[in-house]
Every structure is written in C-alpha cells, then in structure tokens.
C-alpha cells in the first residue's frame, strides 16, 4: 500500500462492495464467495453468531426473524433498532453496518494480506447530514479510523473520467441504487471534475418496486388461490413471514426478467393456524414495467429538476452514467432514452452499474493521503510533504519540511519509471527546513519518486518517507453541500446560513438573539424551505449557560461543515464573553410514531382534495401541472400504502414521513401557484401603502426585495419580504410617533374594559398631555399601563391592517 488511502467501499441499500486503486486501474476485491458484491444483510443466529453477506441474505425467507436487510434506510434515525429474536440481541443501523464494513474489510485484508484502517466510505447525495454521521460512525466502529465520505454520483463520474480524454463535457449520473436515487450534472474541464447540480430521494429505489408488486399483484394472487389467507397485508405482524417471503420472490424474479419476458413465482406460505398453502404467479415484464413507472416518472422528473435549476437542458448533456442494479432493467434503458417521455440522452453503461460506484471511491481514495506522522532515523531525517497525489497537471508542483533543519541540505527527486529517469536535480532546503520544486510525472501510470537528500559535504543521509507517487488523473474539486443549513426562527422562519451548492468545507457565522430566558435552544434545519416545518431538523444547538440571560441577549453562532458533510457548531455568548463548543446534538430524530403519520396524512389529503376544488373554479394552468405531478407520481398512494405499514415496518415509518413532506411541499406548490396573483396584489399594495405611511431612506431596499422575490415566483419568500416591510413601517411610524399615537387611541376606546377605572383615568390624562406636548416617548410609557390594565392585551396597530392578506 502506498502513502494514500486507495480503498474505496460502496456501502449500499442492497449490496456492497470495496475496490482497491493499483496505478490508474481499480480492481473490485472479491469474498469469500467469489463474488464482487456482498449483500448488505445480517443474520445472528440463537447462540449470537454473526454472519454477514450471502450466508444471511439466503437465511432471509426461511429465518425473517432473525435476518435484517436493507438498513441503510435507516442510518441516521434514533429509536430504531432491529432485534433477532432468537438470541435477544439488538443492533441499531449503525452497528449493523458496521458489520458490513468490517465483512468488507476482512475481504480486502485477505486479498492484500494487510489490515486496513482507513477507506473512503460512499454515502448517496441526498443523505442528510444525520445520515452522513451515523456512517461516519459506522466507519468507526468497524475499525475505519479514517473514513473521508464520497457522494455515489461524484463517484460514479470518477470511475468514468478518471483517465478520460474530455477536456470539457458535462455528464449526467442516473444513480438508482436498491432504496435510493441520486441525479447528479456533473462537469468535467481541464482535468477537474464538478458536481454543478444534484438532486435526489434518499426513499426511491428498486426496493419500492419489489414492495408494489407484492402488494398490488402477489398478496391480491395469494388471497385468490388460498381465502384462508385473507388479511394478508404488509402491515400486519402476524404476516410479516409471509410477506417477507413474497418481497424476497419479487425481488428474485424482477431480476430474472430483465433477461426473459415471464418468471414463475412459487412460494408456500403459512396461515399463522397450521394450514400452508403454495403460490403459484407467473410475473411477466409488463407487470413489472407497470409498478416501476411512478417510480421512473419521479426520478425523470428529479432529472429534468436537476438541469432545469442550472438553466440547462438535455441537448447540453454529453451522456447519461447509469449506476445501480435497477439500471441493468431494458425497460428502464428504454424510458431514459425517449426523447419526449424520458431524457432523450445518450446513455453509458460501459462500466458495471453494480461495481462502478467502489471503482470511483477508490479512485478518489487515491487523491487521500494517510494521516501518519514520518519518523526520524536516529542518524537521519523525516519529511513532510505538501502535495496532491492525484492531479491533472503532468507538471505537479511538491512542497516540504524536513525535521530537523541543518544548513547545507538539498533534496533530489528521482522519477525511475521513465526512459532514461527523470530528476529534478538538486534543490536547496532553506535553514528552516523547506523546499518546493517542481516534478515531472507520465500520464497513464503511477509514477514514483525517490527522495534523495544529501547534507552539506554530498554524503547521502536517510529520509522518511523515502519516496512519493503521483498519478495524473481527473481530480474532484469542492464538493457541494446537497441541503441547504440553517437555524429556523420564530415564526416558523428559516434562516439559512450556508445555501445549498456551496462548495465544502464551509464555515459560518451569524448573531442571534434569545426569545426567553435561561436555556438556550436553536433548531438546525437542512433542508430549502423557507417554512421552517417543512425542512428536516437534524439537531439543535442546546447548552445552559448557568447564569441568567435575558431574553433578547445576543448570541454568536457559527457552523462548520468538512469535505464529508459532517458538521461543529459552537455558540459565543458576548454578555458572558463565553464560547460554548461541540454544543449541536444530532441524535434526536425518531421515527414518527404510526397514529402521528395517519394524523399528518389526513391533514394533506384534505388539502389536496381542497387546492384541486379550487383549481377547478380557477382553471390555472400551472396549477393543473403541479396538481397532475402528484397524481403521476401516485404520491397519495405512496403515503397511504407507507403509513399503513408504518404500523409494524420502521422502515416504511421512515419513508413515509419523508414521503409526506414530499407530498406537504408539492401541496404548498399548488396553493401558492393558486394564491400567487392575489399575493402579488397583495404586495404591491403594501409597498404602496409603505410610501404613503413612512417613506424613509430605506425603504427603496425593501421594495427591491419584495420585487426580486416576485421575479423569482417565490411565494414564501415573498411572504417572508412583506413582513420584513411591515416590520419596518412600524419602526419608522414608532420612530415618528405616529404609531403610538393611534395606538393611544385604540385604548381610550377600550376603557370600559380596563381594570381599575380611576387609574385609567388619570393616565389617559397624562396621555392627552404627552400628545399636547409630542413627548411620544412619554406617551409610549403611558400605553404600555394603559395595556397592562386590559384583561387580554392587544397588540399595538398594523399599518396594513386595511390590506386583505393571502392565506
């Protein structure tokens, strides 16, 4: 092994796999059971046995009790664990994949006769942040000390671009693995690869499809041959062999017809009372073809979102990368093709789709230097170099120290793998130890360099490290953040401090202030909303100060996020000139309960059926195509068939909430479409109203940006900028007095209800005096008695209170 990382591991829903870097080939290390994919399942046997990969996916029908599958789904969520009934033993998603990295790990120690402790570790674009960490702590726990993450579309593009020709191009990844979908644009220039846009569903997969033909052909088959089975549904714990049996024959079968037309389904199943019953289905491809196409709408749709964002359209894309096992389907390869129904771009898949996510992780692995620290011969020297072992530059430039510093050293670098070998000739190290220099490297190999030191008199001394590699190879520049981060804020507002795409890592820092008094708590959202309850919470920054803070106090907070989209945050308090740090807890989601999801879902089933009786009073056109997304994406049906499940199925918990937000937000898409030409109404009266009531010098800047979020057809944002313009009006008639002065009058009509007539007497008094005098401050004094005296305290005055707000 050299001084890089070189092990790249897909982690994935379904399968896994590690390949290893050798040169500028990557080579896909097989099991013991001489395969390149490990399946991602866990069996643990009554006497605590663990086994792992094809032993526990084969034990899955006969032993579903004791066999966990398809936990990926779950990296991320508190509360979930899988318990294996026969030994007692729990294990959370985490630790199950832990299980599978450390089966992966042993693979490659037999294959290289090392051990291992570091490997890029693949996580699909749309994970969230809690997902990334829960793999990250994954990593740890299987021994991976260093474990940087990799997005599976970047990948994905690596293994194709790594030694390509392209000088510009610009690529698609359709990443469909078995329980999520990545759409990623990628560019690549000068030897530079870029994720320009991603988008993707972290609950969209070939896992679905396996679900939707077991619910809607093989459980309706099985119920027709055998009425003893009746009740039979996915939902139901006195079934969950049962179904378990027909998701596992579904899956099996989907797979063989991506090669023949028909595939026999036959599966004996037990009625839970001592009766089995044999199944017999014949599924044909136009079966499966029927269930996959909701699924393929949406990730077309993601597609064409993807492009879209960036102002760019398929004729702009060179190719189409297929990645994931679901790819392999022709149908699938069919759809993607059409020009009209899918993307009508040419499509690559010259590479396995089920391997060449490990290929790209190792290639990347091979841009990662070992953290290790170089040791000093006791006659000799150690060096620190500064440098990347990848690059697209046939000319890298090296950088370094060497420990201890002497007068009169110099370094020569030695490049033997050319004809005749390159050096660089000897370079001067400074006093202090440093140098850089120039190498020279071929393209389509790895290329070495010795590392010659020689002191003052030209005698060679020993280094280490002795010698270096560099490959010239495409080379992935700043990843992007796939969510945006921020913190939401009262009102349901979200204040987002690093905007989805900027390049990592990032770092962050904005002031605050506290709502109420003592403990400290604030909300860290990821997500694109401007709602805050329509992004996800991954955590929230929460610590006691131990001392009061008013309500008001000011509070600095800053967020960090690295290269593998794990996040730090910290606060500082100025009052308390304290810096509280490593403060964000992102281990408080749990899945949704299953009454809580019924709840939720009723709630958005009324809603549409609302916004499509309005769209048929209204007739708008954009609205019937928002309107008509939900129905090709069968999104109520998704939600209904999840939440029903969620009944027994953590797995179907977690995806249907996100489902429902899926749902929640493509409503809101609706409305706001339906709300937008009163909203703009709306709008344009405030601004107009705002010149009347206040004016003032600023005022010029809110009306910009209600204008800009106009442009944009942003409705919440739009919403967000008139009550940042209300907000201002009554600063400015506050400021002028005009503002207290009508609320002065609002009280005085409200006398009857005060408590204490007589004291409300003598400061209405006073308050006729501040109005005579235009003491206003005064008079702000007097209404805030006035208002203490009322049983329910209004509020002061809107200035708009005469506009007829939207919603």
Request: with cysteine.
């Amino acid at each position: 092994m050299s001084g890089t990382v070189d092990v790249g591991i897909d982690l994935g829903t379904t399968n896994s796999a590690v390949a290893l870097l050798r040169g500028v080939d990557t080579e896909v290390l097989k099991n013991n059971d001489g395969d390149e994919t490990t399946p991602s399942a866990v069996w643990v046997d009554r006497r605590e046995r663990l086994y792992v990969g094809r032993a526990a996916r084969d034990r899955a029908e006969a032993d579903p009790d004791n066999t966990c599958m398809e936990f990926k789904l779950r990296m991320g969520t508190a509360g979930v664990a899988k318990r294996f009934a026969a030994s007692g033993r729990e294990m959370s998603a985490e630790e199950l994949s832990a299980e599978v990295l450390k089966s992966l790990r042993a693979d490659v120690r037999q294959r290289i006769g090392s051990e291992i402790g570091a490997a890029v570790v693949t996580v699909p674009a749309a994970f969230d942040i809690h997902s990334c960490d829960a793999t990250r702590r994954a990593a740890e726990l299987a021994g991976l000390t260093f474990s940087p993450l990799l997005q599976e579309p970047t990948a994905a593009a690596l293994a194709y671009g790594f030694q390509a020709s392209e000088e510009n191009a610009l690529w698609l990844v359709y990443d469909l693995g078995g329980g999520t979908f990545d759409a990623a644009v990628i560019q690549l220039r000068d030897g530079e690869f870029s994720v320009v846009n991603d988008r993707g569903d972290n609950f969209l997969g070939g896992k679905l499809i396996d679900w939707k033909i077991v619910e809607e052909l093989l459980i309706p088959e099985a119920v027709r041959q055998a009425p003893a089975l009746a009740g039979l549904r996915r939902g139901d714990p006195r079934w969950f062999a049962a179904v378990n049996k027909l998701k596992l024959a579904a899956e099996t079968a989907k797979i063989r017809l991506s090669r023949v037309d028909t595939a026999d389904i036959l599966v004996e199943l037990d009625d839970g009372a001592g009766g089995r019953f044999e199944i017999d289905f014949e599924l044909g491809r136009a079966d499966v073809e029927r269930m996959a196409e909701p699924l393929l709408v949406r990730s077309i749709n993601l597609c064409h979102k993807a492009l879209r964002e960036r102002s760019l359209t398929p004729a702009d894309i060179e190719k189409v990368i297929l990645v994931g096992g679901p790819t392999l389907t022709p149908y699938l390869r069919e759809r993607l093709a059409d020009p009209v129904h899918g993307l009508g771009i040419p499509l690559d898949h010259s590479q396995d789709p089920m391997t060449v996510v490990a290929r790209g992780a190792a290639v990347f692995a091979g841009t990662q230097r070992l953290p290790a620290t170089p040791v000093v011969a006791a006659d000799g020297f150690a060096v620190r170099f500064e440098y990347q072992p990848v690059g697209p530059d046939t000319e890298p430039l090296v950088a370094g120290r060497i420990s201890p510093a002497s007068p009169g050293l110099s370094v020569e670098f030695v490049n033997a793998g050319t004809r005749p070998p390159w050096r660089s000739g000897r370079i001067s190290v400074s006093d202090a130890g440093l140098f850089a220099s120039s190498l020279w490297a071929e393209p389509g190999r790895l290329n070495t360099f010795a590392v010659e030191l020689t002191d003052a008199t030209g005698s060679r001394r020993e280094v280490d490290p002795d010698h270096i590699t560099y490959t010239v190879g495409a080379v992935e520049t700043e990843p992007p953040l796939t969510h945006s981060i921020g913190v939401g804020l009262d009102g349901n507002e979200a204040m987002w401090l690093l905007e989805r795409g900027t390049g990592l890592p990032a770092r962050r820092s904005v002031t605050l202030r506290t709502t109420v008094d003592g403990l400290i708590r604030i909300p860290v959202l990821e997500g694109e909303y401007h709602r805050a309850d329509r992004n996800r919470r991954i955590g929230r920054l929460e610590f006691d100060t131990g001392r009061a803070l008013p309500s008001g106090s000011e509070v600095v907070f800053t967020i960090e996020i690295d290269a593998s989209r794990l996040i730090r945050a910290s606060a500082y308090v100025p009052m308390l000139d304290e810096e509280f740090q490593d403060t964000l807890n992102l281990r408080t989601e749990v899945a949704p309960s299953q009454p809580a999801l019924v709840r939720a879902f009723d709630v958005e089933r009324s809603r549409l059926a609302e916004v499509r009786e309005r769209q048929r009073v209204l007739g708008n056109p954009v609205a019937e195509v928002l309107i008509g997304r939900i129905d090709s994406e069968r999104m109520l049906h998704d939600v209904d068939t999840l939440v029903s499940a969620a009944k027994s199925d953590p797995d179907a918990a977690t995806a249907a909430e996100r489902r429902l937000l899926d749902l929640r937000v493509a409503i809101d898409d609706a409305e706001d479409e339906l709300a937008w030409p009163s909203l703009v109404n709306e709008a344009r009266g405030m601004i107009a109203e705002a010149r009347d009531l206040a004016g003032g010098p600023d005022l010029p800047l809110y009306e910009t940006a209600i204008n800009d979020a106009i442009e944009a057809r942003e409705a919440d944002l739009l919403r967000q900028r008139m009550e940042e313009l209300r907000l201002h009006v009554m600063r400015e008639l506050d400021r002028s007095g005009v503002l207290q002065l009508h609320f002065f009058h609002a009280l005085r009509e409200m006398r009857g209800e005060m408590r204490n007539g007589v004291h409300a007497d003598r400061l209405i008094a006073e308050g006729d005096r501040a109005v005579e005098a235009g003491e206003f401050t005064r008079l702000r004094g007097v209404n805030m008695q006035l208002r203490d005296l009322l049983p329910e305290p209004p509020l002061p005055p809107d200035p708009f209170s005469t506009v007829d707000r939207a919603r």
